[in-house]
């Protein structure tokens, strides 16, 4: 990863300065702990399991970052904010690729899905993974109208740039750009 340009990549929204990790730290107790409690199952279970049945715990799960309450709950959110991403296989996509991030990286990722679950049992009692779609789409509307300086649609608008990213980097997100797997695009600079 050392000579792959810091700025590139899905991931690349998580990847934050100082200001943003202090304005991502302001993001309230709800982000701090649903973080905290991934990160530390994720460590917890990684320690927890010998060397031989790491393989075994891996390939059943087949998550290699994320716990299956923060893969169910990116599923949702990858396919409420761009329909088509289950089928594509997005949160797989990016759980494997969270795998070999950077720390800060990975918990810049788990702080933004934090915010969905605040928001969730705040408005609703319960986890995003557990709202209705009619609940969910209405939590997405009110929090892509919030400012941009707010730390919930600042998640929000990381959350959906990765999904975007990866999902229109897939064939079938080429496709429905109008890529009809016969034409090639010349660079910028050769159209001028």
Not at 13 to 27: D, T, Y
Not at 116 to 122: D, H, N, Y
Not at 131 to 150: G, K
Request: hydrophobic share 45%; net charge negative.
């Amino acid at each position: 990863m050392s000579d792959m340009k810091e700025d590139a990549g899905p991931l690349r929204h998580f990847r934050a300065g100082r200001r943003a990790v202090l304005q991502s730290l302001a993001g309230g107790v709800g982000a701090v702990v649903f973080a905290s409690r991934a990160s530390a199952a994720h460590v917890h279970q990684v320690a927890a399991v010998a060397p031989d049945s790491a393989a075994t715990t891996t390939a059943e799960s087949g998550l290699l970052f994320l716990d299956r309450h923060a893969f169910d709950t990116l599923a949702l959110l990858s396919e409420q904010i761009v329909p088509g991403s289950r089928a594509v296989q997005v949160p797989e996509f990016l759980d494997r690729l969270l795998a070999v991030e950077s720390t800060d990286t990975q918990t810049h990722f788990m702080q933004a899905l934090g915010a969905f679950e605040r928001e969730a049992r705040e408005a609703h009692g319960m986890p995003w993974k557990t709202l209705t779609e009619v609940q969910a789409t209405a939590l997405l509307t009110r929090i892509s109208a919030l400012p941009d300086s707010d730390v919930t649609r600042q998640a929000f608008e990381r959350i959906k740039g990765a999904v975007a990213e990866t999902y229109f980097s897939t064939e079938a997100g080429m496709k429905e750009l109008g890529w009809n797997g016969s034409l090639a695009f010349a660079p910028p600079d050769a159209c001028g």
